[in-house]
């Protein structure tokens, strides 16, 4: 009760943020990772500004993560990269200056959120 959010350590993955500025439609995007291995940079109840952009869920050694995509396929990577889309961040955003109320940038980007 009185929770509106929840402790990064309590979840082992990271999901789709759906709060962008229109209505997600995923079968439009059968490409866009929807569910991965957690986002390192939410590791424990802080934000990891000394983490690389492109570093990999620590929940394998940090040498990659599994990631399942809207057209229900899952994938390996070494990398939190679907194309040139990083899974870990809103296009455009700046990843050390991240605040709490970020929404993807557009329809079919992924931004894979504790």
Known sequence: ???????????SYSYQNQFGSKPLRIDSHPSL??????NPMFAGPIYHR???PDSPSELHNRIGQNVLTADGTVRW??????GDDNIW?????D?????????PARP???FLVP
């Open 77 to 82: 990577t070494t990398e939190p990269l679907m």
């Open 1 to 11: 009760a009185g929770r509106t959010d929840w402790k990064p350590e309590e979840s």
């Open 50 to 52: 000394d983490l690389l």
């Open 108 to 110: 079919g980007d992924a």
């Open 33 to 38: 990772a929807v569910l991965a291995d957690k």
């Open 89 to 93: 961040f809103r296009d455009g955003l």
């Open 95 to 103: 990843p050390f200056e991240l605040e709490g109320n970020e929404t």
